[in-house]
């Protein structure tokens, strides 16, 4: 009887995490847009560390994202300080996940310099090079090569491998 209330439960709350491949899409979509930066973190708000990490992951990323339309210094510290927690304790977690490292890898690419969150891109870009012939599923490999392709991290002929 115990299994059956785990299992229920579990697919429950599975069920309440949105697919991430529409995670993947906003994310994309979301640089610069102030509605669909809402939009991704209003989806992700729901999900803890104790979640699969790529989306813990994302959730730091939106979490970042929205710092940029908040009023006031306060709450653009916290969203980005608690964006970072979320995006390292993911890659902590899951240090082979490559799409976690290029979520790091695009968030530290994009922010400011003066914050100071920049100091694992080319870590990132290297792991991404040696693990890039690894990814099994299409979906991911479509969205690093998407990215790598936009990316100023990468020389034209590492972005000819993808």
Not at 133 to 142: A, H, P
């Amino acid at each position: 009887m115990k299994l059956i209330v785990y299992i229920t439960l579990f697919l429950l709350f599975a069920a309440s995490l949105p697919k991430l491949s529409e995670v993947r899409e906003d994310y994309i979509k979301a640089s610069g847009n102030k509605e669909i930066t809402t939009k991704l973190y209003d989806l992700l708000s729901k999900v803890t560390k104790d979640d699969k990490k790529v989306y813990v992951a994302y959730k730091g990323a939106s979490l970042m994202m929205m710092a940029k339309y908040t009023k006031t210094k306060k709450e653009k510290k916290t969203l980005f300080k608690d964006g970072a927690g979320l995006i390292e304790f993911a890659v902590l977690a899951a240090p082979k996940d490559i799409e976690i490292r290029i979520i790091r890898l695009s968030i530290q690419e994009n922010a400011p310099k003066f914050l100071k969150y920049r100091s694992n891109i080319q870590e990132d870009r290297q792991f991404v090079l040696d693990n890039n012939n690894k990814i099994k599923s299409k979906l991911v490999q479509s969205f690093v090569r998407s990215y790598v392709l936009q990316s100023d991290t990468f020389s034209e002929s590492e972005k000819e491998l993808f």
